[in-house]
């Protein structure tokens, strides 16, 4: 079966920071991936997607930046956090052929300060 | 515009109730339709999945897009305490790329 891990669950940055998220998916190939951030009470943003290795799409011109290194592997980063990059981050995935629901990772909550 | 409205509520119901949840959307190029249940700091889980227009029954679950109106809508029969999540809708134009949600509707069933 898929699973998709995310991590971390939890970050407290300061401003200026670095920032790195990772997400990995299990059990599938050529996945199409996804990270969304979520401000509190609010709807997904789509950020940024990807359909294979290396190739990025990016939906909001922002401090973030994401990268495919491997085809199961999807990173979100950013040289220098702002206050305002803080929120809930999620990773998701979507099978490459046939079905076309999103599987979601379980989120990282990211608190600049 | 936004692509895809969501009245994001909160909508408080009392338990047995039939809940009626309803995004619409803009982009006409839209064929696939998802709903999803998001429990507090939680990442979403897929409810009920469609394919262009029509019905999808799935237990207390019932998924209706109407593509000429631009509409889609979740019914929950039998409203229990534990449906009590933010419901949020989700549509692509095709099985890659773009995947946008809607803003959520918060749901609170009172037991």
């Known amino acids: 079966s898929q699973t998709i891990h995310q991590w971390p669950a939890t970050l407290v940055q300061p401003v200026g920071s670095p920032l790195s998220l990772e997400c990995t998916v299990e059990?599938?190939?050529?996945?199409?991936l996804y990270w969304y951030r979520q401000a509190a009470g609010r709807g997904l943003q789509l950020l940024f997607y990807s359909v294979g290795i290396g190739q990025i799409s990016s939906e909001v011109p922002q401090n973030l930046s994401a990268s495919r290194p491997q085809d199961r592997q999807f990173i979100l980063s950013s040289k220098k956090l702002l206050l305002s990059d803080s929120g809930f981050y999620l990773c998701a995935w979507r099978p490459p052929y046939g079905g076309t629901e999103a599987f979601f990772g379980q989120g990282t909550r990211l608190t600049v300060v | 515009q936004k692509e895809v409205e969501q009245d994001p509520g909160p909508l408080s119901v009392p338990e047995g109730a039939i809940v009626s949840l309803n995004c619409t959307y803009s982009n006409s190029a839209f064929q696939y339709f998802m709903w999803y249940r998001q429990y507090s700091r939680k990442g979403p889980e897929l409810l009920m999945y469609?394919?262009?227009?029509g019905n999808k029954e799935d237990g207390r679950f019932t998924a209706q897009v109407d593509k000429s109106s631009k509409y889609i809508s979740l019914f929950i029969r039998d409203s229990q305490p534990s449906d009590s999540a933010t419901y949020l809708c989700a549509m692509s134009a095709s099985n890659t790329g773009k995947l946008i949600f809607g803003q959520g509707t918060t749901l609170q069933v009172k037991p």
């Open positions: 059990g599938t190939s050529n996945p199409n």
């Open positions: 469609t394919y262009s227009s």
